[in-house]
């Protein structure tokens, strides 16, 4: 397990969960390096409202049974679309994408900055599917929003994560989805995606 520290020491760290799968290793490696995680379930990017469904009650279960917080916004997939207008045809790691991170993310800061979190990270970025860069853009602009906030630009691909992810995977026996959530993705998922 990594040794990790969040930027200014803090010991307790809103956390952006995409799902169970991604969070898993994430929140044992923080449990482990004595931070505690609030999960912060943001994702009006998936569809169907039954596959968001699915997916927030894997992480809910994952959550509850470390006895940690779980948050749950609004899933207005409504507003997702309208934030995205015009980039439907854009390419996986394009432009949608990063407005994709922007939305949820900044959503991630407006509620540390309300609750006392002054520390907040995503599980995008675990995921080889992802661009680092653009999560990373996206947090800065969510962290400068809400001045207060920062965005722990944390890589959690590295150090063990990610075979610790399927092994948690395997043993919690958690759903695994099989494109990153929207119905864009749906048709550009490569045949080896695993998950977000």
Known sequence: MPLITTPNGED?????????????????????????????????????????????????RYVQHLGLDFVDADYDHELWRNIVRG????????????????????????Y???????VFTTTLASSRWKNLEQINEAGRRAAYLYPGTVFWEQNWRKGGLQDRRNE???????YNQQYCGC?????????????E
Request: charged share 25%; proline share 6%; aromatic share 8%.
């Open 12 to 60: 307790k760290v809103l956390l952006h969960s995409c799902c169970a799968p991604c969070s898993s290793a994430i929140i044992e490696c923080m449990l482990e390096n004595g931070i505690r995680p609030t999960v912060f379930y943001c994702n009006p990017n998936i569809y169907p409202q039954e596959e968001y469904e699915i997916r927030k009650a894997e992480a809910v």
């Open 87 to 110: 980039l439907e045809d854009e390419p996986e790691r394009g432009g949608r994408c990063l407005k994709c991170f922007i939305l949820r993310l900044t959503e991630t800061a407006r």
């Open 112 to 118: 540390a900055s309300e609750h006392g979190f002054s």
């Open 168 to 174: 948690l995977l395997k043993e919690h026996g958690f």
């Open 183 to 195: 119905e864009f993705s749906m048709r550009n998922k490569p045949a080896t995606y695993k998950s």
